[in-house]
């Protein structure tokens, strides 16, 4: 049902080039035609709304600190009114699609457009100016001296042109897209059920290597540490700074970012499940890659580590001279005489560590660990020779999770992928769903999906 579509039967030249050809009995509107600006203001008591890129309009959690990193003024007064229905825009991100029809009444930020819809079902006007078939329109209406500081220019965008079938189609399209989204969501929440449950396999097995080692039948004894029972009676526990050469921290400002510069700063987005992604970070130039590594440039056999946002994620340092840290990174220098790099990574995913850290910052995701915490780090300690035995084996054990895992991750990044071409399509009428609509089953609406979840609606 969702991959057997016809195209139209006639298109014509849309005369937008990212939209190539539209049907030709669907009528071009501008959207000076289908926007009135209003202003409303004088209303605090309605919630706060924000409006956000991957969700559009939302209700704003003003007790989430995660979500609040603006300032929230004491007087309201000035904020602007948005009724369920009108479309609502933040012109400064307009560019990346961080508009969309609202569900809710409430206010948001005075600098924030916010529209009355003419000639347009809010359902399809919604998920389709937020498709990524409009958004480069938003983009090129946009100018700023740099990305990230693009500011709309009212006058273009009132010339965008947005195409609009019959209403009977319109509310076809919504259909079909609704039920195509319940479709691939399912298919996605399965996916993430099974990542989870691979993840907490992966788990178990690491927990058992770094608290007991390889010898089943091993002499146990008190770890002496009230979070952590019984270790090897051979085993002791050391901190950081005891069985480290160096543990560096990085400087309390983060340096320039340089558009296609030759070194990679590394930010704590890099660093994730043990992992190390450079898409995470920004470049910079020879400058300040120097005064950003004058304490001792990351190299080969060192752990990044991160002190916050969120403290405790760890992965090794990849083989890569062009790597320097942005604010609250560190890296940990392994003592080659007493600690191995892999045994001390498994170990902060470890039990000891894993609870020193949720202990230390109060189990908060945006707590932080001081440079003094981060050297007082509990690592089990056994002799370099079974750290490396118990790793080795370890690795093995998780190789199959992590490949499976790995597997899940890239089909639901084409799940993902597939939804954002599909909705881009059906709304710009590369394919017809008026007949794949109509044979629709009626469906219960279910459950709300997990906050990480989202729908088809608000890709971009």
Avoid at 43 to 49: E, I, M, Q, V, Y
Avoid at 271 to 281: I, K, L, M, P, S
Avoid at 302 to 328: H, I, Y
Avoid at 335 to 362: C, F, H, K, Q
């Amino acid at each position: 049902m969702i991959s057997v579509l016809k195209p139209h039967a006639g298109h014509k030249d849309s005369g937008v080039k990212w939209l190539g050809q539209v049907p030709e009995h669907w009528k071009m509107l501008k959207l000076r035609q289908i926007l009135r600006q209003v202003t409303t203001r004088n209303r605090a008591d309605l919630p706060l709304l924000s409006v956000v890129r991957e969700k559009g309009v939302i209700v704003r959690d003003v007790a989430d600190k995660d979500e609040n990193h603006n300032f929230i003024p004491d007087d309201l007064s000035n904020y602007k009114v948005v009724r369920s229905g009108q479309f609502a825009m933040n012109k400064m991100k307009a560019w990346q699609g961080s508009y969309g029809v609202s569900q809710f009444d409430g206010i948001v930020s005075p600098a924030y457009f916010v529209f009355d819809l003419k000639d347009v079902a809010p359902d399809f006007f919604h998920v389709s100016i937020r498709s990524r078939a409009y958004v480069p329109s938003f983009a090129a209406a946009s100018d700023g001296v740099r990305i990230g500081q693009w500011d709309l220019s009212p006058a273009r965008m009132r010339e965008i042109a947005f195409f609009v079938p019959s209403p009977p189609e319109q509310a076809d399209i919504v259909r079909y897209l609704d039920y195509a989204d319940r479709r691939i969501r399912r298919y996605i929440r399965a996916k993430q059920k099974l990542i989870k449950l691979l993840e907490e396999q992966r788990q178990v097995i690491i927990d058992r290597a770094v608290a007991r080692g390889l010898d089943s039948n091993v002499k146990l004894k008190p770890s002496g540490v009230e979070w952590l029972d019984m270790i090897p009676s051979h085993w002791e526990v050391r901190r950081a700074k005891a069985v480290c050469a160096a543990i560096v921290d990085c400087k309390n400002r983060t340096p320039r970012a340089v558009e296609a510069g030759e070194y990679t700063v590394v930010r704590t987005t890099c660093v994730r499940d043990g992992q190390f992604d450079a898409r995470g970070g920004y470049t910079t130039d020879r400058e300040d890659f120097k005064i950003w590594t004058a304490r001792g440039a990351p190299q080969t056999g060192d752990v990044f580590f991160t002190r916050e946002a969120p403290a405790g994620e760890a992965c090794l340092v990849p083989d890569r001279s062009d790597l320097c840290m942005g604010q609250r990174m560190m890296y940990l220098r392994p003592d080659p005489s007493l600690l191995d790099p892999e045994w001390l990574l498994m170990n902060i995913y470890g039990p000891l560590v894993r609870a020193y850290v949720d202990i230390t910052t109060n189990g908060s995701t945006v707590g932080h660990l001081r440079l003094g915490q981060v050297y007082s780090l509990p690592i089990l300690w056994c002799p370099v020779d079974e750290q490396r035995a118990i790793a080795k084996s370890a690795s093995q054990a998780v190789a199959g999770i992590d490949r499976a895992r790995a597997q899940a991750e890239r089909e639901i990044a084409l799940l993902h992928e597939y939804r954002t071409r599909l909705v881009a399509d059906v709304v710009t009428g590369k394919v017809d769903v008026r007949e794949a609509a109509a044979m629709l089953p009626d469906e219960t609406e279910e459950p709300e999906l997990p906050a990480e979840e989202d729908s088809l609606a608000d890709e971009t």
